[in-house]
C-alpha cells in the first residue's frame, strides 16, 4: 500500500464526522435565525404578524412601528453579540482551565467590571449606562492584567490552577468592595440595580456599535487560538512536544476572554450560565475538538440568551424579566441535567 493510499485511508472515517459536524452546524445557524426573527417579533406589547412585518416593508414612523424598527431589533442585535461574546469566552476559559464547568467570571472580568462601574457612581457621578461602558470595559481589562500578572505571567508560571484560583481570589476581593460601596451609599445601588440584574433591554443608542469592535477583535484572538487548545487540552508537555507556544496561547486566550466578556459585561451587566452552560452541552456534538466547540459556542449562545430574553418579555406581561434573572432558571435545570449524564462524566 502506497503512502497516499495510507493517507487517504486515514482520512476516511473523519470525512463522516466532519459532515456531521457541518450539517449540525447549519441546523444551529437556523435555530439561530428563528431566535433572531423571534426576538424581533415578540415583545411584552403583543403586536399583530402584519403589523411587525409592515413595520419594515411600509414604516409610517409611528410609536408602534418604531418599537418593533428601532427597540426590538437594537435589542436582539444586542443580545447576539452579547451570547456570542459569552459562549466564546466561556469555551476559551473552559480549553484555559481545562475544567469543563468553567466560565468567563473565573478570570474576576465580571468582578473588575462592576467594581470599575462602582468606582465610577460613587466618585464621579455616573448616571447613565453610556457612561457606564467605558468604566466597565478598563475594570475588566485591568482585573485580567492583574490576574495574569499575579499568576506569574511574565515569568512563564501562568498554569491554569494558579489562574483560576487567582482570578476566583481577585472576583471575590472586587465582589466584595462592590457590595461595601453600595451599602455605604444606597444611592449606588440604587443605580447599578439594573445593570447589576443583567439585561439587554433599554440600552443607549450606540451601545451595539460601541462593543462591536472590541467583540470583533476578540473572535479574532479566539479563531487564531483555537486550533492550540486541542493540544494544550492533552496537558502541557505534550503541547510543547508539538511545537506550542503556551506562554503566547495562554495570552492570546486571555486577551480574547478580556475583549470579550468585559464588552458584554459593559453592555448587558453580568450574565451567567451562557459560558458555564453552552460550551460544555455542546462537546455532546463535537466531542472535545475545540475549534468546533467555540464555532458552535458562537451560533448556539446567543439563540439560548435571546430565547432566555423572550421568556423574559412575556412571563410577566406587561412587565418583564430581565434575562440576567431568567438566564439561571433555565440554564441550572439544564446544567445540572448536562452534568449527570453518563456522557457528561466522559467528557
Do not use: K
Not at 417579533?41 to 404578524?49: H, K
Not at 451567567?272 to 452552560?277: K, N, Y
Amino acid at each position: 500500500m502506497t503512502s497516499t493510499t495510507v493517507a487517504e485511508a486515514r482520512r476516511a472515517p473523519l470525512r463522516p464526522r466532519s459532515a456531521r459536524l457541518v450539517a449540525g452546524l447549519v441546523v444551529s445557524l437556523v435555530a439561530l435565525t428563528v431566535a433572531l426573527l423571534a426576538s424581533v417579533a415578540i415583545g411584552s406589547a403583543l403586536l399583530p404578524l402584519d403589523v411587525v412585518l409592515r413595520a419594515f416593508t411600509d414604516p409610517d414612523g409611528s410609536a408602534t412601528h418604531m418599537t418593533v424598527t428601532v427597540a426590538r431589533v437594537n435589542r436582539t442585535m444586542l443580545g447576539l453579540l452579547v451570547g456570542t461574546a459569552l459562549g466564546v469566552a466561556g469555551g476559551l476559559m473552559q480549553a484555559l482551565t481545562r475544567n469543563p464547568l468553567a466560565e468567563p467570571g473565573i478570570l474576576g472580568v465580571n468582578a473588575g467590571a462592576g467594581f470599575a462601574i462602582a468606582l465610577g457612581v460613587t466618585l464621579l457621578g455616573a448616571t447613565r449606562i453610556d457612561q457606564y461602558l467605558p468604566l466597565a470595559f478598563a475594570g475588566a481589562v485591568a482585573a485580567a492584567v492583574l490576574v495574569y500578572a499575579t499568576a506569574g505571567g511574565a515569568r512563564g508560571t501562568n498554569s491554569p490552577l494558579r489562574l483560576t484560583l487567582v482570578g476566583v481570589a481577585l472576583g471575590a476581593v472586587l465582589t466584595g468592595l462592590s457590595r461595601t460601596l453600595a451599602l455605604i451609599d444606597p444611592q449606588t445601588f440604587d443605580r447599578m440595580r439594573f445593570w447589576g440584574a443583567g439585561t439587554i433591554a433599554d440600552r443607549p443608542e450606540g451601545t451595539v456599535a460601541a462593543i462591536a469592535p472590541a467583540i470583533a477583535m476578540g473572535l479574532v484572538v479566539a479563531a487564531l487560538c483555537a486550533r492550540p487548545l486541542n493540544a494544550i487540552a492533552l496537558g502541557d508537555d505534550t503541547a510543547r512536544a508539538v511545537g506550542i507556544r503556551l506562554g503566547l496561547t495562554r495570552a492570546g486566550v486571555m486577551i480574547a476572554v478580556t475583549l470579550l466578556c468585559g464588552a458584554a459585561t459593559a453592555a448587558a451587566g453580568p450574565l451567567v450560565f451562557v459560558g458555564l452552560m453552552m460550551p460544555h452541552a455542546v462537546r455532546w456534538l463535537t466531542g472535545p475538538d475545540w475549534p468546533w466547540i467555540l464555532a458552535y459556542s458562537a451560533v448556539l449562545s446567543p439563540a439560548l440568551l435571546l430565547a432566555a430574553d423572550i421568556v423574559g418579555r412575556l412571563i410577566v406581561i406587561p412587565a418583564e424579566l430581565q434575562v440576567g434573572v431568567v438566564m439561571p432558571l433555565i440554564g441550572a435545570p439544564v446544567l445540572v441535567m448536562l452534568v449527570r449524564g453518563r456522557r457528561a462524566r466522559a467528557l
